[in-house]
């Protein structure tokens, strides 16, 4: 019948999401999404923050996790400012967010909840969560500090990181404002925010190649947010590649493979490269394009000369990659 391309959104049909899950397994089809914060390693003020593992066991020799400590009154400044943050609405649909769902690879988020309705269980019900702080050691005090935010390396290049546990349905903007309030994180740049919402997604990690096919049957394409990206431009960019390989494939032609400095590129590396442990739907975003090359002469960058960078790095790119292709 030739190829086809699926390309679906957030609330696939029934029909289809029945025959996905036939497909893929049903372990590799999900149908909400949990996700926490991502921020920038640079962005992280690791005059407070900290590098480590609970009781030194990580894989690491300088530790597994970032983590900010909190004191006893920032802690319940913290939580005040969580209870009482605008979220979004859910809709009827999505209600069940607020009593947890399994929304990840395997059993990762079986009975995750929004931190903030964890918070609202009780105000030390973060401290005993995930904000405990056993195993741990501030070394500007030497103690345990009364509560500690961790964050998790999210990328290969170790530029991104995830507040671990901080699923979360506030309004972006008071997520920028709360979540400042952590100490290390008072200048927070924020890649992704959190959300927990309505999805229908594959574990492409497991299931696509970076042409977008499907790994069982070469004919088999997939874009848009059923691969787990996110955003109109990133769900179009990725229709238009996986229409380009498409048509490439009938006439026997060499799949493309952007290169990873374009942020198309970049994208569906990501999408079919990330941990398998807790992939999540990501959308385009500086913080997922290989970091740009630092020597002589270059100097330290503000970040619109780093935007201005990674858009020429990516030019470039391009132009050689659509050249090899043209020859």
Not at 90 to 95: A, G, I, T, Y
Not at 269 to 285: L, R, W
Request: proline share 6%.
């Amino acid at each position: 019948p030739g190829p086809t391309v699926i390309a679906s959104g957030p609330l696939t049909s029934s029909r289809l999401s029945d025959a996905l899950a036939e497909l893929t397994g049903q372990d590799h089809l999900y149908f909400f999404d949990a996700i926490a914060p991502i921020v920038t390693v640079e962005s992280i003020n690791f005059e407070i923050a900290f590098r480590g593992s609970r009781y030194d066991r990580g894989e690491r020799q300088e530790g597994d996790y970032i983590n900010c400590p909190l004191n006893r009154d920032e802690y319940y400044a913290f939580v005040d400012a969580l209870r009482t943050a605008e979220r979004i609405e859910l809709k009827d649909f999505e209600r069940e967010l607020e009593r947890g769902v399994r929304a990840g690879a395997h059993t990762y988020f079986e009975g995750c909840l929004p931190v903030e309705v964890l918070a609202w269980r009780g105000e030390d019900a973060l401290a005993f969560g995930p904000l405990r702080p056993v195993g741990l050691r501030d070394p500007r005090t030497g103690r345990r500090p009364y509560a500690v935010v961790q964050l998790r390396q999210d990328d290969l290049a170790g530029r991104l990181y995830n507040m671990v546990g901080f699923q979360t349905n506030l309004k972006f903007s008071e997520q920028r404002r709360v979540f400042r309030m952590i100490p290390g994180l008072e200048h927070a740049e924020f890649v992704r925010y959190g959300q927990m919402h309505r999805n229908t997604f594959i574990y492409a990690p497991a299931l696509l190649r970076p042409t977008l096919q499907f790994c069982s049957r070469d004919d088999l394409f997939f874009a848009g947010q059923i691969t787990g990206v996110e955003g109109y431009a990133g769900n179009i960019a990725t229709g238009l590649l996986a229409g380009w390989n498409a048509a490439r494939w009938i006439k026997g032609q060499p799949l493309l493979i952007l290169p990873r400095e374009t942020m198309l590129g970049a994208l569906c590396h990501y999408i079919t490269h990330a941990s398998p442990a807790d992939f999540q739907p990501m959308k385009a975003n500086f913080g997922i394009l290989p970091p740009l090359e630092e020597g002589p002469g270059r100097g330290r960058r503000n970040k619109r000369q780093r935007m201005a960078a990674y858009a020429a790095r990516a030019a470039q790119a391009l132009e050689s990659f659509l050249q090899r292709v043209d020859d």
